[in-house]
T-cell receptor, first 111, second 110 residues
Framework: SAVISQKPSRDICQRGTSLTIQCQVDSQVTMMFWYRQQPGQSLTLIATANQGSEATYESGFVIDKFPISRPNLTFSTLTVSNMSPEDSSIYLC????????FGPGTRLLVL | TQLLEQSPQFLSIQEGENLTVYCNSSSVFSSLQWYRQEPGEGPVLLVTVVTGGEVKKLKRLTFQFGDARKDSSLHITAAQPGDTGLYLCAGLYNNNDMRFGAGTRLTVKP
């Protein structure tokens, strides 16, 4: 198993600003993913964070809006850029090999 | 496009009743995971199934993986209020593509 931590756990931001979310895994993992989740709903995959190369984005998500870094096998960041109220959501990272383990999420409110 | 069909979307039952949640796909999974999520927390892994026809039991929870590895079910016996939460199935395709079902919001009333 893997233990995932995320920072910050929650934030309130002004529109037009950017927020970087950090995800730390307690062991080296092959795959890391970033998701968005509206309260009570399922998870929407934003992108796969690839170590040593550019992230792979899902349809509807672009690098300019959600730049992702993955400098090593235990750490990744997701930036939500030029935020608008529509970006208010829960952002989750996961890590693992065949089985994915999740962080507790970052609750973002954009005013 | 939702590759996984999860049903039902909502389920409200009385304590002591049984229930089954289904997860279906037209594609073959490398593996399938079931998660449970409570408000304010991330999804917590319940089980991973890998082999077609596999059955796993976790106390009152029984997980089945279809023979063709395209479907799975979660059965809860004698549900308790503590089982309340969002249940998510997630299928791993091609060893690096994980897709989630829409989720089943379960409420167990005392």
């Amino acid at each position: 198993s893997a233990v995932i931590s995320q920072k910050p756990s929650r934030d309130i931001c002004q529109r037009g600003t950017s927020l970087t979310i950090q995800c730390q895994v307690d062991s080296q993992v092959t795959m890391m993913f970033w998701y968005r989740q509206q309260p009570g709903q399922s998870l929407t995959l934003i992108a796969t964070a690839n170590q040593g190369s550019e992230a792979t984005y899902e349809s509807g998500f672009v690098i300019d809006k959600f730049p992702i870094s993955r400098p090593n096998l235990t750490f990744s960041t997701l930036t939500v850029s030029n935020m608008s109220p529509e970006d208010s959501s829960i952002y989750l990272c996961s890590g693992g090999d065949e089985t994915q383990y999740f962080g507790p999420g970052t609750r973002l409110l954009v005013l | 496009t939702q590759l996984l069909e999860q049903s039902p979307q909502f389920l409200s039952i009385q304590e002591g009743e049984n229930l089954t949640v289904y997860c279906n796909s037209s594609s073959v999974f490398s593996s399938l995971q079931w998660y449970r999520q409570e408000p304010g927390e991330g999804p917590v892994l319940l089980v991973t199934v890998v082999t077609g026809g596999e059955v796993k039991k976790l106390k009152r929870l029984t997980f089945q993986f279809g023979d063709a590895r395209k479907d799975s079910s979660l059965h809860i016996t004698a549900a308790q209020p503590g089982d309340t939460g969002l249940y998510l199935c997630a299928g791993l395709y091609n060893n690096n593509d994980m897709r989630f079902g829409a989720g089943t919001r379960l409420t167990v009333k005392p």
